[in-house]
């Protein structure tokens, strides 16, 4: 067992940057907070390298709707931040109404570089019942 110490805090600038990234559906520097090696566990994923994180993300999100990123609070520590938000997602197709479901992503900074995150595990909606 381990215990670990987190500040409450605003979201930090290569969080930020990342989700910007997502929403606007460019998928370019934001994604050089990960680690070239890193790992990503969204629900399903099992993603392995930045670019593979990048490319994969770009794809599901290509498929059909817009997102936009709300940073509800922020939890630091210098090995794990943890991030609990919500997401609106406007589909493309008119028929298919809005969601904004909540989540919540862990992100494990890289030992060797603690400015990188090195494994990212993450958590979305549902978006129904």
């Not at 290569?14 to 790992?39: R, V």
């Not at 969601?99 to 060797?112: A, G, I, N, Q």
């Amino acid at each position: 067992m381990s215990t670990k110490t987190f500040t409450k805090t605003t979201a930090p600038d290569w969080l930020l940057a990342m989700w910007k990234e997502i929403d606007d559906k460019t998928f370019g520097k934001g994604f050089d907070c990960f680690a070239e090696d890193a790992i990503c566990n969204l629900g399903v994923a099992d993603w392995h390298g930045r670019e593979a994180i990048r490319n994969n993300l770009r794809q599901f999100v290509d498929r059909g709707f817009t997102a936009l990123h709300d940073v509800v609070e922020f939890w630091d520590s210098p090995e794990l931040k943890i991030f609990h938000g919500k997401v609106a997602m406007r589909f493309d197709d008119p028929t298919i109404a809005a969601v904004r479901p909540t989540m919540v992503h862990f992100f494990y900074m890289d030992e060797k570089d603690p400015t990188k995150v090195k494994h990212w595990i993450g958590a979305v909606g549902p978006t129904g019942f």
